[in-house]
Structure formats: structure tokens, C-alpha cells
């Protein structure tokens, strides 16, 4: 925070704070060779702030853990979805009211394929439709 109470900013280029360069790949992959961008395809993931067009950094050695936000294989298409519960069951939630809850053990062919643990997206929605 900075010292006059704004909580989002930008630091001071001149100042001895600011770095020369940014490397997404070393800032945003933990496991560079297990680690894939994803486009995002779609509404459901709307309430999580993720939306159609969004680039999604995925890694696949990151253990899913209930809350996250994954990629999962369903029946013969790749989903993005918040891992989760239904009566008990283990599910893959949308966050948008037009999708419906996929549970595993009612699914076909159901697997988490990796952990979505970066999003990136334009915030004035211009790469978007």
C-alpha cells in the first residue's frame, strides 16, 4: 500500500523500485515444462473474472485442490471450470448461471488436466467479442 492509503498504482519508473524487464515465463510458471496457455472459449467462467478470449496459463503438475479454478477433459471436450462438490460428489462448477454442473461420477469420461493458476486478459475488453 502506498503511503497516501491507494492500493493500486503504478511504481515510480525513475525510482529504485522498478524492474528493467518482466519475464512472464519465469514469473508465471512454477513447472515451465508441464506448463501450457490456454485461450478461453466461452461465458462460463464469467463470475470468476475469466472470459471468452482470455489467455489461461495451466499447469499440469499442479495438484487440483477443491476451489480451483482447472481444465478438465469431458466426454470429448476440454472445459474450464471450478473444481468442486454436488451432493458429495466431486464437480466441475461454472460461474455463470446459463451452464450446468458436471458431476464425475455422472460423467462419461471426466479428468482434471491441469490447474489454471494465471489469467490474463484485456481489462478494456477489447480482444474480446
Do not use: K
Not at 14 to 22: A, F, I
Not at 46 to 63: N, P, T
Amino acid at each position: 500500500m502506498s503511503d497516501d492509503g491507494r492500493t493500486t498504482g503504478f511504481p515510480n519508473p525513475t525510482s529504485d523500485h522498478s524492474e528493467s524487464s518482466l519475464d512472464l515465463h519465469r514469473y508465471a510458471m512454477r513447472h515451465p515444462e508441464a506448463t501450457f496457455f490456454w485461450t478461453a472459449d466461452g461465458d462460463a467462467m464469467q463470475g470468476a473474472g475469466i472470459f471468452h478470449g482470455d489467455i489461461l496459463v495451466v499447469d499440469r503438475l499442479v495438484e487440483a485442490r477443491l476451489g480451483d479454478v482447472v481444465v478438465a477433459w469431458v466426454g470429448q471436450d476440454y472445459l474450464v471450470r471450478r473444481l468442486g462438490t454436488s451432493d458429495s460428489h466431486v464437480a466441475l462448477l461454472p460461474e455463470h448461471p446459463d451452464f450446468v454442473t458436471i458431476v464425475f461420477a455422472e460423467a462419461e469420461e471426466c479428468e482434471v488436466w491441469g490447474v489454471v493458476t494465471y489469467v490474463l486478459h484485456d481489462p478494456n475488453q477489447r480482444g474480446r467479442r
